[in-house]
């Protein structure tokens, strides 16, 4: 199966978890990509998995700090010239921290908001031209099941996961007839990496967590999970989806 023949595809955090295994899934399916990450060791992995896969000759790697407002004007640029157009954005980059929200400092909050959320505008205001210019461009962005259910401690990272499924449905309006579409991936229960090591404050009153467990398999799934989804969505298959988000948690949340 390819579905991403032909097509162009920049995916931010490439480096680990579901960005990670999402570009090797369109890889797989025949795209070209161009795979960004703050994490340069994250990015040279991915690059040898993708060597290793005969996958390589189709993905270029960019160290890239999406809330660096400067480096992303330039990054975008870049990566677009590589690929002599894009197709598809995947937002995928993302930060999680947890605290008691009344301990939450300014900068804790700001530094989720810079990474997140305006991250997410950023890479996505920057390659709406792009997307634009095909006349089918998609982006995929990524909420969070923490944005429609409560997630304690995550009070910040909840905020900028309801923001992002915000901006999404507003792009998504108001560029459907030029023929873009956007969409949200909300996961949940997925063992991306992040998840691993929350913050979870010392003192944390784990039976407010007890609930946040999938109905289906035997505990978390695997960022391929995700990927496989998204994959759906960025591609023709998804063609009739826009402006909604799709929960990804093994009805965790049911």
């Known amino acids: 199966m390819e579905r991403f023949s032909g097509r162009n595809v920049l995916i931010t955090g490439g480096g680990s978890g579901i960005g990670q295994a999402t570009v090797h899934r369109i890889l797989a399916e025949g795209g070209t990509v161009v795979a960004v990450d703050v994490n340069e060791d994250g990015l040279k ?13 189709r993905l270029t790697v960019q ?13 975008m640029a870049e990566a677009v010239a590589a690929l002599g157009g894009l197709d598809v ?18 900068e804790f909050w700001n530094e989720l908001l810079a990474v997140n959320l305006t991250g997410t505008f950023l890479m996505t205001r920057e390659a709406l031209p792009a997307l634009l210019a095909t006349g089918r461009g998609v982006v995929v962005n990524f909420s969070s099941t923490s944005a429609a259910f409560a997630h304690p401690y995550m009070a910040a990272y909840a905020a900028t996961k309801g923001g992002i499924q915000s901006f999404t449905h507003a792009i998504a309006s108001e560029y459907s007839k030029q023929g873009l579409r956007a969409v949200c991936v909300a996961p949940g ?22 609930k946040l467990s999938p109905a289906l398999g ?15 969505l960025a591609s023709d298959d998804g063609a009739f989806v826009t402006g909604t988000e799709l929960r990804i ?6």
């Open 89 to 106: 954005l995947v937002n995928a980059a993302g930060i999680l921290r947890s605290s008691h929200t009344h301990e939450t400092t300014l």
């Open 249 to 254: 948690d093994g009805g965790t949340h049911m």
């Open 189 to 210: 229960s997925i063992d991306s990496g992040m998840t691993n090591n929350p913050g979870l404050p010392a003192d944390a009153d784990f039976s407010l967590l007890a």
């Open 45 to 57: 992995r991915t690059l040898d998995r993708a060597t290793a896969d005969g996958t390589a000759d």
């Open 218 to 232: 035997q505990g978390f799934a695997g960022p391929e999970t995700v990927a496989g989804v998204i994959a759906m």
């Open 63 to 75: 160290v890239l700090d999406i809330a660096d407002e400067a480096a992303v004007v330039t990054g």
